[in-house]
Nanobody, 125 residues
Framework: HVQLVESGGGSVQAGGSLRLSCEIS????????LGWFRQAQGKEREAVAQ????????SYSDSAKGRFAISQDDAARTMYLEMNNLKPEDTAMYYC???????????????????WGQGTQVTVS
């Protein structure tokens, strides 16, 4: 039974920083990919970043490049999203997700992910 649990969301002023965490349990595969997505009210869910379970090959959306950093701990049981220089347009529910197929060309595709967390709210004012 795979579980993903996000934490670390909150309210910050523009220019501030937040660090999101995603704890992963029950994933028995040794190789998989973990991603961060976000969904603003009234908008579609969009990809933010992805990382391989080995810690290699991070990918970022254009809006995240240069401001956000995805990482994971050595045991690959907790994934992080460090968000800096936050903007009001970053306001959204942030979700972590996991998939076993790590095709780089499809990392932004919501339907490619097998497991999802419940989300953590980020509000930037």
């Amino acid at each position: 039974h795979v579980q993903l649990v996000e934490s670390g969301g909150g309210s910050v002023q523009a220019g501030g920083s937040l660090r999101l965490s995603c704890e992963i349990s029950g994933y028995t595969r040794s190789s998989y990919c973990l991603g961060w997505f976000r969904q603003a009210q009234g908008k579609e869910r969009e990809a933010v970043a992805q990382i391989h379970s080995s810690g290699d090959s991070p990918s970022y959306s254009d809006s995240a490049k240069g401001r956000f950093a995805i990482s994971q701990d050595d045991a690959a049981r907790t994934m992080y999203l460090e968000m800096n220089n936050l903007k009001p347009e970053d306001t959204a529910m942030y979700y972590c997700a996991a998939r076993s197929r790590c095709t780089i060309s499809t990392w932004r595709t919501v339907s490619e992910y097998d497991y999802w967390g419940q989300g953590t709210q980020v509000t930037v004012s």
